[in-house]
Each structure stands twice: as structure tokens, then as C-alpha cells.
């Protein structure tokens, strides 16, 4: 248990449906990340928040949409996927964005397959 | 931009060998290094944050040497069980990004 859950563990979507992904730590952190881990490349990272503010938007296509309500709570909003997009999604958080010496704990991430 | 490689991307050893296994980056202004390991369909767990100004830390059977100047890093596993096959990945913080390696996938054969 590393403090931070993701919802769900899996999760099969067709191209138009509409899903959401959630994620909560439970560690007091103020930064929040968004990764994606598709076979045999490094992790991506897609969307980084600190103190509730979208800090890195990594290119990542409009179909992904974060949302983050508070420090602990963080969502990937998911809307007319491409099978490319079939993927482990890994949330992770840090005491702060900016600060060097931080250790990131990741949760035990989402499987996406779009069919 | 910062890249991250990690060689080999497969070991495979026999339980009770000791290994090492290798990361490299590419710009050496780093804050931490971290090592972590993911286990099939599961997240990552961090095993040793070694800050900048460190050379190495150690974690039970897990120690973890950091040379900044020439952008490696290496990850010794002592003693090898089964228990220990998994991915490993390593990271390096620069600015406020985690740069990560693909890993290497080992397996300790009983």
C-alpha cells in the first residue's frame, strides 16, 4: 500500500463512450501526476499538478482531460479513445512539484483497453 | 532534454547470484536518482532515492551507487531470490520532471 489508490484497476471502453479514471493519495501531498505505460517505451508523462494548478500538459491530446479538485484528488477524464490509447495509466504523487529531493509514490495504475 | 537508458532490458540469473544492473542519463544536473521496481500489471514501489550530492545508498540486500559526473547510476542485488523478479526502473529528477528508463526485466531462476 503506497497511499495512493486508483479506481478503476481496469477498464474496457469502446470509441465513444465517456470514462473517467480517478485517483486519491492519502500522503499529504501537494503535486499529483498523470503517466501513461504503454509496452516496451519509458513511462509518459501526461499531466502534472501542484497545489491544484495544471503546472505540464505534456502534448497530450484534448480527448484526455484532467481534473483536479483538491490536493488529493486527481482524475483523467476520457472521451472518443483511439485503440492506441489501450495503455497502464499510473498516478503518482510527490510532496511538491518544484522541490528536488522529492520521492514520487506511484499507485497500482489502471488498465485501459480501447476496442 | 534529459534521456534515461537502462541496459540490459532482460537478465535472467540463477537464485544466489549477486547482479547489476545499469542506468545511465544524459544531463548530469540532476537532484536525486531513484530506483524503483514494478511487478506485472502493478505500479511502482520505490526501493532507493539517492539525492545528487550521495554516491550510494543501501537497503537491505539493495545497494545503489550514483556517479552524477559521467551519468550512471547501478543498482547491485545481493544474494538473488525468486521473490526478486520483477521490473526495474530507474529515474532521475531534473528541474521539476521525473525522467524514467524502459527497465530491466529480471528473473531469478529457483
Known amino acids: 500500500e503506497t497511499g495512493v489508490t486508483q479506481t478503476p484497476r481496469h477498464l474496457v471502453m469502446g470509441m465513444t463512450n465517456k470514462k473517467s479514471l480517478k485517483c486519491e493519495q492519502h500522503?499529504?501531498?501537494?503535486?499529483m501526476y498523470w503517466y501513461k505505460q504503454s509496452a516496451k517505451k519509458p513511462l509518459e508523462l501526461m499531466f502534472v499538478?501542484?497545489?491544484?494548478?495544471?503546472?505540464e500538459n505534456n502534448s497530450v491530446p484534448s480527448r484526455f482531460s484532467p481534473e483536479c479538485p483538491n490536493s488529493s484528488h486527481l482524475f483523467l477524464h476520457l472521451h472518443t479513445l483511439q485503440p492506441e490509447d489501450s495503455a497502464l495509466y499510473l498516478c503518482?504523487?510527490?510532496?511538491?512539484?518544484?522541490?528536488?529531493?522529492?520521492?514520487?509514490?506511484f499507485g497500482e495504475g489502471s488498465w485501459l483497453t480501447v476496442v | 532534454k534529459q534521456e534515461v537508458t537502462q541496459i540490459p532490458a532482460a537478465l535472467s540469473v540463477p537464485e544466489g547470484e549477486n547482479l547489476v544492473l545499469n542506468c545511465s542519463f544524459t544531463?548530469?544536473?540532476?537532484?536525486?536518482l531513484q530506483w524503483f521496481r514494478q511487478d506485472p500489471g502493478k505500479g511502482l514501489t520505490s526501493l532507493l532515492l539517492?539525492?545528487?550530492?550521495?554516491r550510494e545508498q543501501t537497503s537491505g540486500r539493495l545497494n545503489a551507487s550514483l556517479d552524477k559526473s559521467s551519468g550512471r547510476s547501478t543498482l547491485y542485488i545481493a544474494a538473488s531470490q525468486p521473490g526478486d523478479s520483477a521490473t526495474y526502473l530507474c529515474?532521475?529528477?531534473?528541474?521539476?520532471?521525473?525522467?524514467f528508463g524502459t527497465g530491466t526485466s529480471l528473473t531469478v531462476i529457483p
Open positions: 544531463d548530469s544536473a540532476i537532484y536525486n
Open positions: 539517492i539525492q545528487s550530492s550521495q
Open positions: 503518482a504523487s510527490s510532496q511538491e512539484a518544484t522541490r528536488s529531493g522529492n520521492t514520487i509514490y
Open positions: 500522503l499529504g501531498h501537494n503535486a
Open positions: 529515474a532521475v529528477t531534473s528541474g521539476n520532471q521525473f525522467y
Open positions: 499538478y501542484n497545489f491544484k494548478e495544471q503546472t
